[in-house]
């Protein structure tokens, strides 16, 4: 996956087949007929989402659910953000969405600020047994969650942090710092070690030379860690269920309640409306952060 | 001297020891301890909490006469195959295409990864509602006239692994599509000129050079995706919930379930030790081939 | 003369890999010493462990008599300049150069004093304001030699500073680092693996192979008199001509196969009857003339010559090997010309074949 990273970042190179010289040969045919087939598999959902979310309920049970909607509705906006129901709690998806809010800021920052010392003391502090604990650290991103789900129950619970909020900002700390170290790591090592040496020199100790010299030459890879977090962090949903109380789920654990719950009338416009208010921070940062996300995913595919 | 000499060998890179007291933490509290202490109760009978009466590999002969368990297994197995097989080829096949100095190259990538950013359990849950019977794909090709059509995955015990795999294909491909097109274009332009100058078929030159170069990017695409499909939870949850019946469990939701809900901790460790032990029969050839051959080569 | 850098039983292992041998080093007072040779010979790492970037594993080290084996760099007295520059490339230049000030709690004023003296020095006052990428090559590592200069040390280190420029470039800065060697009088030890700057730059060498120090001495002590073998190898280009022989004649003579050449002459004095010794022999010290001369000349046959511009390369295959010789541009040789080959026994070298060492 170290290759991976490296490889990605070459995504906007040239490409390298001929150049096509009719617009109508069969060649052409045939490569824009393929990509044009799979566009419409990756769009469908969306476009489904989006035109069931606006519909009313009696206009879902008489038609297809790929037509637009003859009448636009944002009640089922609404209803999802502020009155759908799981269990006994009728206030709406919102109550997620501040939970993930509050989850993913302090995990954010402390899982970037945490690795990003690592990777730099990795990179230029070697200490005996340094290396070690990174092909451990690497290692670990492997290990199925699930191996590690208990022992980090008793953890936090002997911390007095299990259920809480702060227990699952340090669960996206643990999980999301193999990778990122890793992502700092090899961002720092193309940065030349004479730099770190001359730093030495002017007298800037451990703290000085990250937050003076490396932190500042660094901004894109903090961009693109930031990145991976929000994603990796708002879509998460395991942890959510494992670390968290009910009154604490994030958004993903809620939707899923709220459109898996069995009890009621299926409001599959409301589920919709739903579903596409949880995709779209990351949504969101997909669509603003482009070829960053890229590099991001890239460094991100060890978490598999 | 000696002394002085001591006193300053500590002092010197404290900072940077401070440091990393998280990542040793980490590792050897939680990576390295967690692992251990999981695989060690495994062999107790543990019910609602942890204890350390040992019963040897009874926990695993359980586990593996359990029907759910098997299924499981199974489960994975077939969707890991047919997953592997479909992200790959498609990824590779939309990589190619998408290297022919076509137009749009930008828009269709976006389109092609956007999937990739949304959770698991959105993805799960737009799909359940695409292949709902009553509204969905299903009603619509009726509707059409042909009544008798019947493509009803999520709710028929031998096709449910199918209508994860279209989900599950359609998040993870566009991301698949990347990382081949990336080892594309990672490869010396010079190939393709002494390909050209050989009077080699553009199609040939895919087939007989560029593939064969590409071997480390297929390895590494087939680590990340096998590594991903082990842990395959969220989709399963969001989709199917495991059913119809137990036709689309997962190891992962067998643990979850053991664990947190049966109050079976004993099995849940088995089974996740079992899981540990199916990452390392993919990972160590890897490793072996990736990090040793380069020791020895 | 006081000694601004004692370097004392200098030992440095990397595991069980011995980089530096007990190395001793004195380098006086507004002495400019060269460290050259192959890489991998340790002079960076000689270097480095001068700065304090590298911890030793044995040995001392006392810089202006005071002993900073263990000190931090900052604390040692010493300025750097690296081969890459290592500006910080979100600083200007002021702030580059103010950097190391402002981590040692220097007043503001006397900072500015600072920054502007060094940029009159070195002429890069309109740069003040611009960050490394909009500066050139030249430009970047007037500023890197400026970080060095405000610190207001006595000891400059340089780790191959020129390496990264292109010859033009690398001239004109060679000339500019004299002037400032001769301009502030510091002690500057200057680490490279090109001659031409070891020899034009250096009061003292100090030719390095496999972590020790085989011959500092003067550039011409080097150049004239090499102390073995590898130095005689190393330094001049094209390399120095070895003949292997033997001495004859109670060391009045040396033989190789049919030919004689008399010793008298040699520099070494008597060296007496050896079996196995190395006739070293610079190319440009050789006379090419149409007669033999017996006992002074080698019987010699052109393979090819190569001018130079200035002067015309000539290799030859002489005494059963291959040998060059400087020759006037103007006296172009064809291929199998037959000529001699004078030797000047003055300016030879004799090496024992066994220890290497210079007779």
């Known amino acids: ?304 | 001297m000696a002394e002085a000499r001591r006193v300053n060998r500590m002092w010197r890179n404290m900072n940077a020891k401070i440091a990393a007291i998280p990542m040793v933490l980490t590792t050897l509290v939680v990576f390295v301890g967690g692992t251990f202490w999981t695989v060690l109760y495994s062999f107790t009978d543990s019910k609602l909490l942890p204890r350390e009466r040992f019963i040897g590999f009874d926990q695993y002969e359980r586990l593996w006469s359990n029907s759910r368990w098997l299924t499981s297994i199974e489960n994975l197995m077939i969707y890991g195959v047919l997953s592997l097989v479909f992200t790959i080829s498609i990824g590779f096949l939309l990589a190619v295409a998408m290297d022919q100095k076509i137009r749009y190259e930008d828009t269709f990538r976006t389109i092609m990864l956007y999937p990739f950013a949304l959770s698991f359990i959105v993805t799960g849950l737009v799909w359940q509602w695409i292949l709902n019977p009553e509204f969905g794909i299903q009603s619509i090709v009726r509707s059409l006239g042909w009544e008798t059509f019947t493509f009803n995955p999520l709710n028929d015990p031998k096709l449910v692994l199918y209508g994860l795999l279209i989900a599950g294909l359609w998040q993870g491909t566009g991301f698949v599509m990347c990382l081949m097109l990336a080892g594309l274009r990672g490869i010396d332009e010079d190939i393709w000129k002494a390909a050209r100058v050989d009077g080699i078929p553009t199609w040939k030159t895919y087939l007989l050079i560029i593939l064969p170069m590409m071997r480390p990017v297929f390895i590494t695409t087939l680590v990340i995706v096998a590594a991903g499909i082990i842990k395959l939870y969220d989709l399963v949850v969001a989709q199917t919930s495991g059913g119809p019946g137990t036709a689309s469990q997962v190891p992962a939701m067998y643990v979850y379930d053991y664990m947190f809900q049966a109050q079976n901790l004993g099995q849940g460790f088995a089974a996740s030790t079992m899981m540990l032990l199916t990452v390392l029969i993919v990972l160590i050839p890897w490793a072996y081939l990736e990090f040793g051959g380069k020791k020895h080569g | ?359």
């Open chain 1, 1 to 304: 996956m170290v290759d991976a990273t490296a490889v990605l970042t070459r995504t906007d190179a040239e490409p390298r087949g001929t150049k096509p010289k009719r617009a109508l040969s069969g060649r052409n045919i045939m490569i824009y007929g393929t990509l044009f087939v799979f566009s419409l598999y990756y769009l469908l959902p969306l476009w489904v989402m989006v035109m069931t979310s606006l519909k009313g309920m009696p206009e879902i049970r008489m038609g297809n659910i790929f037509a637009p909607p003859v009448e636009i509705t944002f009640e089922p906006w609404v209803k999802a953000w502020s009155q759908a129901c799981t269990g006994l709690n009728c206030d709406g998806l919102s109550r997620g969405f501040w939970n993930s809010v509050r989850i993913l800021i302090p995990s954010v920052i402390l899982s970037i600020v945490v690795a990003s010392v690592n990777g730099y003391a990795l990179t230029f502090w070697k200490f005996k047994g340094s290396d070690i604990f990174f092909t451990i650290l690497i290692f670990g991103a492997f290990i199925p969650y699930q191996v590690m789900l208990y022992p980090i129950v008793i953890l936090l619970r002997e911390m007095g942090l299990y259920g809480s909020l702060w227990g699952l900002v340090l669960v996206h700390t643990i999980f999301g710092m193999p990778i990122l170290t890793l992502l700092f790591r090899n961002y720092f090592s193309t940065i030349p070690e004479e730099l770190f040496k001359a730093a030495r020199v002017d007298g800037a100790g451990f703290w000085s030379i990250y937050a003076k010299i490396l932190m500042p030459m660094s901004l894109p890879i903090f961009v693109v860690a930031i990145i991976l977090q929000v994603t990796g962090i708002w879509n998460d949903f395991l942890f959510g269920v494992v670390y968290t109380k009910p009154d604490l789920y994030p958004m993903t654990v809620q939707l899923n309640n709220i459109v898996n719950s069995v009890q009621g009338v299926k409001e599959y416009n409301v589920n919709m409306a739903a579903t596409l208010l949880t995709g779209l921070v990351p949504l969101f940062i997909y669509f603003v952060s482009g070829k960053l996300f890229v590099r991001g995913i890239a460094a991100g595919a060890v978490k598999g």
């Open chain 3, 1 to 359: 003369m006081t000694n601004s850098i004692e370097v004392k039983d200098l030992t440095l292992n990397f595991g069980s890999v011995s980089v530096l041998k007990n190395m001793n080093l004195n380098v006086a007072e507004g002495e400019f010493v060269v460290l050259l040779g192959p890489s991998g010979c340790g002079k960076s790492t000689l270097l480095n462990c001068l700065a304090g970037l590298l911890e030793i594993t044995d040995g001392q080290i006392f810089i202006k008599g005071k002993n900073v084996t263990w000190a931090e760099p900052n604390e040692r007295g010493i300025g750097m300049v690296f081969q890459s520059y290592a500006l910080y490339p979100q600083m200007t230049v002021r702030g580059n150069l103010s950097f190391g000030l402002k981590n040692a709690k220097v007043p503001r004023d006397e900072i500015e004093k600072k920054v502007a003296r060094a940029a009159e020095i070195l002429q890069i006052g309109p740069l003040l304001d611009r960050k490394p990428a909009a500066l050139s090559g030249g430009q970047r590592q007037r500023v890197a030699i400026g970080r060095a200069l405000v610190r207001d040390v006595d000891v400059f280190l340089f780790d191959e500073p020129l390496s990264n420029l292109d010859a033009k470039l690398r001239s004109e800065l060679r000339v500019e680092i004299k002037r400032l060697h001769a301009q502030l009088k510091n002690t500057m030890v200057y680490v490279t693996h090109d001659q031409i700057e070891a020899l034009t730059l250096a009061d003292r060498i100090a030719v390095m192979r496999g972590g020790i120090i085989q011959q500092l001495a003067a550039p011409q002590e080097i150049y004239n008199r090499p102390a073995n073998l590898f130095v005689a190898g190393f330094i001049g280009s094209p390399s120095m001509n070895f003949l292997h022989g033997a001495t004859i004649d109670g060391g009045q003579a040396f033989q190789l196969g049919d030919l004689k050449l008399a010793l008298a002459g040699y520099e070494g004095g008597i060296v007496g009857a050896r079996d196995k010794v190395i006739l070293g022999l610079r190319p440009e010290h050789l006379v090419v003339q149409d007669g033999a001369e017996p006992g002074v000349t080698i019987p010699a046959m052109v393979e090819l010559d190569e001018p130079m511009g200035a002067d015309s390369l000539v290799w030859l295959q002489a005494a059963g090997t291959q040998m060059s010789v400087r020759v006037p541009v103007e006296r172009r040789m064809a291929p199998g010309t037959k000529v001699h080959l004078k030797v000047d026994m003055s300016k030879a070298s004799l090496f024992d074949a066994g220890s290497e060492v210079r007779i």
